[in-house]
């Protein structure tokens, strides 16, 4: 079952633009604080942005004034609008909620299953 499911990777040019978006299953009537991570081959998944129920955002330095965190409860969607995009930015990009309502129960720590971003000329 896939609870959250990322869309939006793709191929960009160094200076360019991609926004992605994490969908949330119609069985999740609620979530807590959403976030994005990325993950570069070899390395350590870090943060990159996260934003909680009360729309308060946080960043990581990398992508402070370049990247947008947001969400839409109504849809149950996040989207991390990404600009001025480099080289360095290149990792697969997941989706995390850290509490949702799942049915009758709350669930910790979900993940996608990431989406692709490379930035290469």
């Known amino acids: 079952q896939d609870l959250l499911v990322e869309t939006g990777g793709g191929l960009v040019q160094p200076g360019g633009s991609l926004r992605l978006s994490c969908a949330a299953s119609?069985?999740?009537?609620?979530?807590?604080?959403m976030g994005w991570y990325r993950q570069a081959p070899g390395k350590q998944r870090e943060l990159v942005a996260t934003?909680?129920?009360?729309?308060?955002?946080n960043y990581a330095d990398p992508v402070k004034g370049r990247f947008t965190i947001s969400r839409d409860n109504a849809r149950k969607t996040a989207y991390l609008q990404m600009n001025s995009l480099k080289s360095e930015d290149t990792a697969v990009y997941y989706c995390?909620?850290?509490?949702?309502?799942?049915?009758?129960?709350?669930?910790?720590?979900?993940w996608g299953q990431g989406t692709q971003v490379t930035v290469s000329s």
């Open positions: 934003i909680g129920p009360d729309g308060i955002t």
């Open positions: 995390n909620a850290d509490r949702a309502l799942v049915g009758p129960e709350w669930r910790y720590a979900l």
């Open positions: 119609r069985s999740i009537f609620s979530i807590n604080v």
